[in-house]
Every structure is written in C-alpha cells, then in structure tokens.
C-alpha cells in the first residue's frame, strides 16, 4: 500500500518577451454580440473572450481584481456560465462587483447591469462560503461581463487557464514588493504564453515586481467520466511562495521536505500541539487494550465519537490542544493531530502524514512546499505494517478513507524527517441493491421492497452525505432510480454498512399488451448509461478510486394465471486477470418466482488510460444484457 519514491525534475522555461498591452478591460462591440459560434471550437456552447486576473499585494495582503466576458451561444447547454459564483475563503472580504449583460435587438447592443451586493446570495456548502447569482433573461448571443473586487492573502494565488469552454484571451498579473519571493509552477502540462511580461516598478520609494502573462486561443477541456478530479489536470498558473520580510520579521519557506519537517516541529501549533500533554484525556481502559492494532483502532474511534470536525481542512492548528480538548471540535489538522498525540500516549509508532485533497490538485514532491498540503491524516506503523486513519470522518476505518483522501501522494513526517510516499486505495467497496417486487397489471405497475446496502468507501461517502442533510439524501432514491418511495429509512450498522430501504412504485417498466406482460426483470435498476460513452482520444486514467462489487438481485412474483414465455440469456465473462468480471442470470425459483442477478467486479481503483477501450467493450457487453426482457403470457 505504501513505498517511498524517488523522482527527479526537470525545470523548462520558454518565456519570452514581446509588446503587449495589459489590463486594458476592452468595451461591447457589435462584433461580440452578433457572433454565432467560437472559431477555436465551432461546437462550444459559449467561450470566454476575455478574462483578466490581477494580484496586487501590499505587506501581508493582496487585492485581486477580476474581469471576464463569456459570450453565450447556446444558453441551454451553458447553464454553469449563466450562474456568477465567487468563491469566499475564510479571511477573504469581497469589496465591489458588477455584472453586465448584452444583447443585440433592433440593431442596436443593449445593456443591463447589477451591481448591488444583495442581489448576490450568500451559500455555505459544507463549510466553503460562495458569493452566487443567477442572471436572469440571458439568451442565446447575449454577452455577460462581470468583474470583482477581493481583499484576500498572499499564499493561495493560482488561477486556472483551462475551462470546459474555449478561452480567446486570458491574463496573469502578479505585483508584489521585492521583500517577497516567488516561484512560479505550473500544474498540468506545460502551456506557453503568448506574451510575458517581467519588470520592476518603483512605489513610494519600494521596488516592486511585476509579472504578466497573456494566453490565447486556450481549447476547452473535455469533461471524461471516471475521474477522481479534471482540476487536478487543468494547466494553471501557481505563483509559491518562497519567502516573506514583514518589518524585522522574515520568514523563508523550506525547500526540502527534511527543512519543512524541521519546521514545522519547531512550529507551536503543530509540533507543539503534538508535545502538549494529553495523559488525562484518553480513558485508561483503552490504554490497557493488549493488541497494538485493536488498541489504535479504540483510539481512533474514541476520537471519532468525541470530537467533531468543522468542515475546515489545513495543516496547522488555530486552537491548543486543550481548547480542542474543551470545545470538542477542531479543523483536521486539530482533530488528526490529537489523534496522533493520543496514540503515541498509548506506545503506539504514530505519525502526521500530511496530503493534498483530491480538489486542492496533485502534490507535487519534487517541489516542496508546505502550502501545497492542505490536509492531515494519522499514520500508525504496527509490526512494519502502515495503517492510515482520518477521524474526521465518522464512519471511516484504518485504511479505510474517504474519497478525498486518496490522492495518490503525501508526505510523512516523523519529527525532522519528511518522507514522499504514494498511497492508493485497496480496499473493496461494494453496493448491494435488492429488490422484491409484484405486479400491479390493473394499473401498470410494479410495487415492492427496496434495499440500498453500500460498504468500504462508498459507504463513508454516503454516510457524509445523509449526517450532512438526511431528508435530502433519503428523498436522493426516488430521483436516482426513477420511481416513487415511500417509508424510507436509513442506518449505519455496527459495522459500517449504510442500509436504505424504502417501498417503492414503478410505472414505467412494464408493458401489458393483450395477454401478454414484457418488462426488464431488472426493472428500474437496469444500466441506462454505463459511462463508458466516450468516442474521442481517452485523456485520464481510469479512476473507479477503489475496487468494487457491485450486486443487484431483483425476485418478482409471477402473476397468478401467467406462465414465463421468454427467458433473457444467461451472461458471463471475466478476464484472464480477473481484473474484471461480470455475470447474469436469471431463473424462476418456488415456481412462481422470477429472480435475476447482476454482478460486477474491478479489482483494482486506477487503471492506465490505454484500458479504455476494453472497458468500453466489456459495459457495452453489460448493457445488452441487462436490457433483455422477459415474457409471460397467461397459462
């Protein structure tokens, strides 16, 4: 599950200098209005002409200013770029905004604005604020304009250059006071700006540095099923950085993990959060549990049982131990950490292992740098064997974490030494669907009994789901699978298992014509898209994030005076790997029982990109299959 790795880096630049203007905002032209599809990608439902980006950092804080006009052609399939959302971190305050929207009528471009703050709705999903509105009128050929004004800091300034829709210009300005270091790195591949601008300016007697970049013609990123993240492959520019002088204050980040480690022990509020003591925290009946493994384990849900996380991710505690201790609550770095002091207060070997989420993008570990970990989890080494936990997940298990966890690297620290290591997801995650059924042939329907069992890390994420809004996530089944429910009732078992049933009515799966009933005996649960749709060049890896089995038996009883016609055909096929497995079949049990099972099994969570094809093949097989039909005709 675990191995260190050892990586090399190779630096390119190919930069260049040329004439450009930057932050000149253009105005509405005729031309932008009246046009009717993109040129870089003539199926694009809309495409951004213009965007503009600008941090203006004086001590300790930065201004961003934000400007972007996105010409819509299709409103119906640009519902995200018909919404404006800005994203509000905690510290962060938005000072001004305005939207535009342009239209064309009568020859004439017409023009509609708002700019008052309350027309803009305050949401906070599960614990990130977002600034939102819905532009209201917007139809097809219609230009929206908005721009912002955000007082914000001076350690996360990236800026994504890739969209789901073509860019035409885009630009990167970076003004900063020389007693503050940067680098510049770039996520994604490596993508060339037209223009690039780096110079010095003199302010009030301070040297200031001053980066622009201009892009062009950037092609939409195509959105691909099976991916944990397309952020984590969109080119972006990633401005770290490198060190800071505030007065006679002066910081400089580390450039080895080893430096980082070392830092960070010497750092109050994470190595001197560990050392804090915890002696009367833990109770001492856990203490005395014999085994190392069911003792970490007793810990680990001990904290999970006790102390509650606010939904704020980092790496660095805001609270003292104590105060965790007191309010029972704390971001993930308290709550791990605390995990992590207990354990080694039992005579366990536990250590930080600090990560980047899943939607913070790919670590990179040739590069270090502290701001890019965003996370933290627990490591216990048992007997030469690593177990990871994440107590801030209530219904996770050693080694069992949750989606956002497995992003493929992290780093372990263990006092002053800092280790890169990968990690992926090897447990099994499975969903059982069942369902007992009858048929209603007055009306056409099918009623019955219907069971939702998930495990392993589909449970976890269900569990986060249904703890976050339960009559929401209840009120999910009859939207997902297409039918009426009602009495719906929820769990989590002693161990782990989520459980939903439900009784339900399906109307829309039978079909009775004269004598004669025809329905899929997989009635509302048969595939209607596998996901493997895909018809252009495969970009990603197929990410399925952990091995899985997924089962669904149906039993539906034979009307009294039917008789079955037609049998859907038995289907099996597996690779020589065992990598993938499929199997159907479908019999008649107690004599007037129909029962039909379908199973799938991936062995493995991430699969190169290349197995594409054979994937589309093989759920291609399983589509067929399960949309054969059954039929009963009276005796």
């Known amino acids: 599950m675990i191995k260190q790795l050892t990586s090399g880096l190779i630096l390119c630049s190919n930069l260049y200098f040329s004439q450009h203007n930057f932050l000149e905002y253009p105005t509405i032209s005729e031309n932008e209005v009246t046009k009717s599809k993109s ?32 010409k819509i052609f299709d409103r119906k399939r640009s519902e995200r770029w018909l919404n404006i959302e800005i994203p509000v971190m905690t510290g962060e305050h938005l000072s001004a905004f305005v939207v535009n929207v342009y239209s064309y009528k009568n020859g004439k471009v017409g023009k509609v604005s708002y700019n008052k703050k309350e027309q803009l709705k305050e949401n906070v999903v599960k614990g990130l604020r977002f600034y939102k509105m819905a532009i209201p009128d917007v139809a097809d050929g219609d230009v929206i304009e908005y721009s912002y004004k955000l007082d914000t800091g001076i350690f996360n300034l990236s800026h994504y250059l890739e969209h789901d829709i073509p860019v035409v210009y885009q ?6 006071p020389d007693d503050i270091i940067y680098s ?47 952020d984590r492959f969109r080119k972006r520019i990633k401005p770290e950085l490198q060190k800071y002088t505030f007065g006679n204050y002066s910081y400089e980040f580390a450039r080895t993990w080893n430096k980082i480690a070392k ?19 833990l109770p001492e009946e856990i203490k005395k549990t014999i085994s190392k493994t069911d003792r970490a384990d007793k810990i680990f849900n001990y904290v999970k ?58 670590l990179n570990i040739v590069l270090p740098n502290i701001n890019n970990l965003n996370f933290v989890l627990a490591s216990v080494k048992i007997d030469g ?17 949750p989606e956002r966890d497995w992003n493929d690297f992290g780093i372990l620290f263990e006092s002053d030494k800092g ?32 069971s939702h069992i998930e495990n392993g890390m589909y449970a976890i994420e269900s569990y986060d789901d249904y703890e976050y809004n339960p009559l929401k996530y209840n009120e999910s089944f009859e939207t997902d699978f297409n039918i009426r429910i009602k009495n719906v009732e929820t769990k989590k078992t002693t161990d782990g298992e989520m459980h939903s049933k439900m009784t339900f009515t399906d109307n829309g799966n039978i079909d009775v014509v004269g004598s004669k009933i025809i ?29 899985c089995h997924h089962k669904k038996s149906i039993e539906i009883e034979i009307p009294a005076g039917y008789k079955v016609a037609e049998m859907p055909k038995p289907k099996t096929t597996r690779t020589d790997d065992d990598e993938l497995s499929y199997k159907y079949t479908c019999e008649i049990v107690k004599d007037n029982i129909i029962r039909v099972t379908s199973e799938v099994k991936v062995a493995s969570g991430t699969y190169p990109k290349e197995y594409y094809p054979f994937f589309k093949h093989v759920y291609k097989l399983i589509s067929d299959t399960e949309n054969q039909v059954i039929s009963l005709t009276k005796k």
């Not at 002409?49 to 996105?70: D, M, P, Q, W």
């Not at 992590?340 to 790919?362: F, H, K, M």
């Not at 649960?525 to 952990?546: A, C, P, W, Y």
């Open 184 to 230: 510049f790195n770039s996520a994604g591949s490596i993508v060339k700006p037209l223009h690039h601008v780096s110079k010095t300016d003199n302010r009030l007697g301070k040297r200031y540095l001053i980066e622009r970049f201009a892009f062009t013609d950037m092609k939409p990123v195509k959105e691909e099923k099976f991916v944990k993240n397309i």
């Open 39 to 70: 040129v870089i990608d003539q199926s694009a439902p809309a495409e951004i002409l213009y965007n503009s980006v600008r941090y203006n950092i004086e001590g300790l804080s930065a201004e961003k200013t934000y400007f972007s006009k996105i």
């Open 385 to 401: 064997q690593y177990y990871f936990y994440d107590a801030t997940s209530p219904n996770s298990k050693a080694n069992l974490l």
């Open 305 to 362: 049982g006790n102390f509650k996380w606010t939904n704020d991710k980092g790496v660095i505690t805001s609270q003292s131990l104590r105060q965790v201790v007191k309010t029972k609550s704390g971001n993930a770095a308290e709550i791990n950490l605390l995990l992590v002091s207990l354990l080694r207060n039992a005579g366990i070997e536990a250590n930080p292992l600090l990560i980047s989420t899943v939607d913070n993008g790919i």
């Open 519 to 547: 329905l899929n005996p997989l009635l509302f649960l048969k595939v209607q898209n596998h996901g493997f749709d895909q018809t252009d060049e495969r970009m990603n890896s197929i990410d399925f994030i952990s091995p």
């Open 263 to 281: 830092n960070l022990d010497e750092n109050d509020h994470f190595g001197g959060f560990l050392k804090s003591s915890v002696k009367d925290v």
């Open 419 to 450: 280790t890169d290591i990968s990690f992926s997801n090897t447990n099994l995650s499975k969903k059982e669907l069942l369902v007992k059924a009858k048929l209603d042939l007055e009306s056409s329907h099918i009623t019955g009994d219907f």
């Open 171 to 176: 630009e990167y300005n970076l003004e900063y």
